[in-house]
């Protein structure tokens, strides 16, 4: 099955789409076979022998064995670790509720942030931004964020100041600029100076200079989305030129 699926890396796969295990037609008596394990990621499920796609996208790989699909969806599906951006819209006791984009919203103690104790309370309002990450993601349970990391550190984690825009793009963009090496995110860098947040729902949070500047990034970024590499350097281009 592993070498069927690595044939098929960088092709457009629809749901329903699938791989089955076929043993090897020539096997060796005398040579042990070593079977090659295949990690599934988004998009893809296994059911039994079957590899299953089960939504619309591009199949990529990386080493050495994980598979997933790399689709423009905009429909968050919490996962625990994952870092995301949310709204405070709640306060029920000694619990926070966040919204986050997904079906349902999550709590956030006011414990789970760096030095917060019973009498020093973080102070955190209904309509403020948070940075936090899932501690607990099951469709069983209510999802569950905290601020703060294994060693009790913020770690860039908690509630946004002042200013800023938060704007919305799809998934597939999130994951483009949280790469190592982003190009999108290293020609931004070159173009403004600028405080740039990502959250894996689809949430982006940047501060610039100005105003018109922090308008101008949010727009390049949601042009970004649907731009070959070479339209993108040359609107980025345009803007450095004041042609915009």
Known sequence: ????????????????????FEAEENISLTVPVKSEKVVCGPGLRRCGDRLVVCKSGVLRHK????????????????????????IV???SGDVFKVDFGGSEQASLSYLAFEGATKRNRPNVQMG???????????????????????????NGMGVFGTGGLLFR?????????????????????????CELVVGMNGRIWVKSASVQQTLIIANLLQSAETMTA?????????????AF
């Open 89 to 91: 819209t709640a306060k």
């Open 230 to 242: 070479q339209q993108r350097q040359q609107l980025f281009r345009k803007v450095q030129q004041g």
């Open 169 to 193: 793009v799809s998934l597939g963009l999130v994951r483009r600029l949280l790469a190592p090496q982003s190009n999108i995110r290293s020609d931004l860098e070159h173009l403004f100076p």
């Open 128 to 154: 403020d931004l948070v940075f936090a990450q899932f501690l607990i993601a099951n469709k069983d349970m209510e999802p569950e964020l905290v601020c703060i990391d294994s060693s009790g550190r913020a």
């Open 63 to 86: 080493e050495p064995n994980v598979f997933w699909i790399d689709s423009q969806q905009r429909r968050y599906v919490p996962a625990k670790g994952e870092s995301i951006i949310g």
């Open 1 to 20: 099955m592993f070498s069927t699926v690595k044939e098929r890396v960088g092709e457009v796969l629809l749901p329903g789409d699938e791989f089955s």
